[in-house]
């Protein structure tokens, strides 16, 4: 089975598609299924015992989310010292924060209602001072480190090698889906690419609404994916394949939003996004890991604002989100993450706003999830040339989902051996 | 085999399918027709025609095509206003500051819309296709971004300083660069001053623009370069050496210690050998092969061979592109098709090789986006990373979609494109196709894949067309040909150059 190219590999994505009649390459399919490439059922499980349903959801806050206007350190006085203008009041006073805990004195961003509601009701781990050693301030070159996994942000992503050792078996086009333009690095392995699309309506060829002759034609066209004649590591080899995925995505996920969702979600960035992933699982689409992206939290200037209306639609479109998994009885099967790139320094800067920094927390959110406050707050004296000392590797978080909840061994897809911690409930 | 030879192709190799290979590469492709009179060139005619003749579409643009003055910085007296209400906390004022500041950001977008159309526009209509390609080029390598520095004018300038050095010296736009308004504000290289030096741009320079990431320079060079760059801001449109900004004191920049500023530290990066070798592993990609690892230790010995000639040159790029369109390599088997279309090049190809309409450039300005390349907005410093990165599952079909816009008119369902039912006038593509086959219908299907795709279908699907084309019971003219156009579009294969 090794022996195989990712290319013939991935010919046999084709579990739930009508139009395999119309493959010209038939033949071929089943000359190869023959020689016993194409397991029997193509949906029986890719390794013995691993719980295919289950769902894990990334959620990427672009720009740099600042870590000390989310989880609010209100105890300490360092923190409004730093932040004459911009620190959030204590809990109780006016526009203050929501109380998370006060013996530890942290609090919730006031906008950040959803995310409370979603831990008094012990759906949602919070993680403190995620980071990693060694903190690199620019935008693309942490958020490789993120998606990589790996120290230098060289490589492919850790979810793409996850989706990789797990579906070596039978590899899915739709293994992992991310809503947005571009496809995140995370999601690359070296095998399965990620599927992406940003609108659904825009999710398929406008052509067939031409000549009704040409839908036909055009779908054996895009679908032959034999490699007669083309190099398998050709620039049209790579095409014919991103065609083929696209062709099959396009006719799945299509039809999983035809429905109209069971909660209201709200008018959002984010909320569309996740309702359209929210759809996806509804769906029982065989998605392992979906993706989902904002940006706008480089909040440089004028930030109280801006990151008040982020705040705003990242907790209501996250509570809308595990509410319709619920409806659905999908939210024991799925694991939300949120993470950004960086936190931000903890002084604020003479824009009202502040600059790029270091660790910030990170949520998971679901009702697998051990609810509560995890981990310890950076201190706020104790600093590395103005920025705060992670706490927690982010590559520990991953290797507790890896584990927990993907039960996929972490030391091969991250590389090394990371300590797991109590966020899940297995 | 791959032929990594610097030597020129022979004569005898020079025909219609060389000529609309360099057409394309060096250029956004042609017509049949203007292909024909490529060839009829000869390969050293045709390549010093793309280096040095050709004109523009619109030679009128000069630097007051748009309005310099849309960005213009508070006078003395607004900024002592503004500055009292602050202190005062006049809320009103303070409102009123807001509101005019919206109101000006409005008109600078909407330029900035203008700008973005207007080289669309150039795009397609240039008489020379090298000099707006090379812009193009220059625009992904010292990649700078509006959304970031906020003034239309700046952008307009620095693609006219890409136009202007577009086949020039490399070391002369590099030292214009760091003197380029839009780039300072970019790279935060104007609030940069001595005792808090920026690393922005010092960064850059070497990691992006000149060096090359990895090249044998240290983060302490990083440091020292910017206390050099210290003092490089602007007034309004025009470089300004701040001197009351600027380290003067003593820096060490890869070995060379001195009372070095910007253009010193410019110097001594571009007096490294790797510089030359960085640009032209780039250039490879850019023109050559943009499949993953390229070039190769292969394909290395030929771009280190232009880099060679490079520096023998002193950095004048004419005699290395010379080099490279005459040379063997460029034309080698394995280079066709090896280049996945920018989304630019893709729309502009589109337009310029069938003779589309081009529809509304705002319409193609969003298909860019979506597609991943918006002119004038690159994602951020590093540029477009080309290549497969343009390709996904999501741009794939936008990319499909926007050929059947462009040979349609007809708005896909759910883009906010605008439908433009001017009819697509196919003669000259009808011609094409009938000077191929001499009558004989059978050969139509074929004729037009070879016309439109740069590598062969594979017989598969080539099969297939043939098949789909002969159920069309008639000839390939008008929709016929229309409806099979948005097939051969929407092949994989399309998407190569």
Redesign the interface.
């Known amino acids: 089975m090794n022996n195989l190219t990712p290319l013939t590999r991935r010919i046999f994505l084709q579990q739930g598609v009508t139009l395999a009649s119309l493959v010209?390459?038939v033949p071929w399919f089943l000359e190869k299924s023959a020689l016993g490439m194409l397991p029997a059922d193509s949906r029986v499980s890719s390794h013995a015992g691993v719980p295919e349903d289950r769902i894990l959801v990334v959620v990427q806050l672009g720009g740099g989310n600042d870590g000390l206007n989310t989880v609010i350190p209100y105890g300490s006085d360092d923190y409004y010292r730093q932040r004459p203008q911009l620190g959030i009041a204590t809990p109780g006073s006016n526009n203050g924060a929501l109380q998370l805990d006060s013996s530890l004195g942290i609090g919730l961003h006031p906008n950040l209602t959803g995310l409370k509601e979603l831990l008094d009701s012990g759906q949602m781990a919070i993680v403190q001072g995620v980071g990693y050693p060694n903190p690199n301030r620019s935008?693309?070159a942490s958020m490789d480190i993120w998606h990589t996994g790996k120290s230098q942000g060289h490589g492919n992503g850790w979810i793409g090698r996850y989706v990789d050792n797990a579906c070596s078996g039978s590899p899915q086009a739709d293994a992992e889906i991310a809503i947005?333009?571009?496809?995140p690095l995370a999601m690359f392995g070296d095998v399965h690419?990620?599927?992406?699309?940003?609108?659904a309506?825009?999710?398929?060829?406008?052509?067939k609404?031409?000549?009704a002759?040409?839908d036909v034609?055009?779908e054996?066209?895009?679908r032959?994916g034999?490699l007669?004649?083309?190099a398998a590591?050709?620039?049209?080899a790579?095409?014919?394949r991103?065609?083929l995925?696209?062709q099959l995505?396009?006719d799945r996920i299509r039809a999983a939003m035809d429905k109209t969702p069971l909660v209201s979600y709200p008018n959002s960035q984010l909320a569309t996004q996740l309702k359209s992933i929210g759809a996806m699982i509804r769906d029982q689409m065989k998605t392992r890991v979906y993706y989902a992206s904002i940006s706008g939290f480089d909040t440089h200037g004028g930030q109280a604002g801006a990151h008040g209306n982020l705040m705003r639609q990242v907790g209501d479109s996250l509570l809308a989100f595990q509410n319709d998994l619920k409806a659905q009885g999908n939210d024991s099967r799925v694991v939300t993450m949120v993470f950004s790139e960086f936190g931000r320094r903890v002084k604020q800067n003479a824009s009202g706003g502040t600059d790029h920094g270091t660790a910030a927390p990170m949520f998971l959110i679901g009702s697998g999830v051990h609810a509560g406050v995890h981990g310890k707050h950076p201190s706020l004296t104790d600093l590395d040339q103005g920025d705060l000392k992670f706490t927690c590797d982010f590559r520990s978080v991953y290797a507790t989902v890896l584990e927990q909840w993907m039960r996929a061994p972490s030391k091969k897809i991250l590389g090394e051996a990371y300590p797991t911690l109590k966020l899940l409930r297995g | 085999m791959s032929n990594s030879s610097t030597t020129p192709l022979a004569k005898a190799n020079w025909n219609s399918q060389t000529a609309r290979f360099l057409l394309t590469r060096a250029g956004f492709g042609g017509t049949v027709a203007q292909v024909e009179a490529v060839r009829a060139m000869g390969m050293d005619g045709a390549v010093d025609y793309l280096l040095n003749s050709g004109a523009t579409a619109d030679d009128s643009t000069n630097e007051n095509t748009f309005d310099r003055n849309v960005r213009k910085p508070p006078t003395e007296e607004e900024r002592a206003m503004n500055q009292q209400a602050r202190q005062a906390n006049l809320e009103s004022a303070r409102e009123q500051f807001q509101k005019l500041k919206n109101q000006q950001d409005g008109i600078d977008r909407a330029q900035m819309q203008e700008i973005q159309k207007w080289w669309l526009a150039r795009l397609i209509q240039t008489g020379r296709p090298l000099e707006e390609k090379l812009t193009l080029f220059w625009h992904g390598h010292f990649a700078t971004g509006y959304r970031t520095i906020e003034d239309s004018y700046h952008m307009f300038q620095q693609n006219q300083l890409f136009r202007t050095y577009a086949a020039g010296n490399f070391a002369d736009l590099v030292m214009r660069i760091v003197r380029n308004p839009a780039m300072l504000k970019y790279l935060d290289n104007d609030e940069s001053r001595k005792g808090r030096p920026n690393e922005n741009l010092a960064r850059e320079l070497m990691e992006l623009f000149v060096l090359g990431e990895g090249h044998g320079y240290t983060e302490s060079d990083i440091k020292e370069g910017a206390r050099a760059l210290t003092g490089f801001t602007f007034d309004d449109d025009t470089f300004r050496f701040a001197a009351n900004n600027h380290d003067g004191e003593s820096k060490t920049i890869l070995g060379q210690t001195g009372n070095w500023d910007g253009d010193d530290f410019a110097r001594i990066i571009l007096s490294r050998r790797e510089t030359s070798e960085f640009l032209c592993a780039k250039l490879y990609r850019f023109f050559v092969n943009?499949?993953?690892g390229m070039p190769d230790a292969k394909s290395k010995v030929f771009s280190n061979a232009l880099a060679a000639e490079l520096r023998k040159q002193q950095y004048e790029l004419k005699p290395v592109l010379w080099m490279l369109f005459r040379s063997q390599h460029f034309y080698d088997a394995a280079n066709r098709?090896?280049?996945?279309k920018s989304p630019t090049q893709l729309i502009v190809q589109t337009i310029r090789e069938l003779g589309t309409p081009p529809r509304e450039l705002s319409s193609l300005n969003a298909a860019g986006d979506?597609m991943?390349q918006s002119l004038f907005m690159p994602?951020?410093v590093?540029g477009w990373d080309g290549g497969?990165s343009w390709?996904?599952?999501?741009?794939?079909?936008?990319r499909?979609?926007v050929a059947?816009?462009l040979i349609?008119g007809?708005r896909?369902?759910?883009?906010d494109w605008d439908s433009d039912l001017a009819k697509w006038d196919t003669t000259a593509l009808e011609g094409a196709i009938a000077s191929r086959t001499a009558g004989d219908a059978s050969k139509e299907a074929d004729a037009l894949l070879d016309l439109v795709l740069a590598?062969?279908a594979?017989?598969?699907?080539r099969a297939?067309?043939r098949?789909?084309v002969k159920?069309l019971n008639g000839p390939l003219t008008s929709?016929r040909l229309v409806?099979a156009l948005?097939?051969v579009t929407?092949?994989?294969?399309y998407?190569?150059c």
């Open positions: 010209a390459t935008h693309f947005g333009r571009t496809a690419k990620p599927v992406s699309f940003e609108n309506k825009l999710f398929q060829w406008t052509g609404e031409l000549p002759s040409l034609p055009y054996v066209m895009n032959a034999a007669d004649g083309v590591g050709s620039q049209a790579f095409l014919m991103t065609a995925d696209a995505s396009s | 943009d499949s993953p098709g090896a280049v996945i979506l991943g994602p951020n590093k497969r390709i996904n599952t999501s741009t794939y079909f936008v499909q979609n059947v816009y349609t007809l896909p369902d759910a883009f590598v062969d594979i017989e598969l699907r297939q067309f098949a789909y159920t929709s409806a948005c097939l929407a092949m994989p294969e998407q190569l």
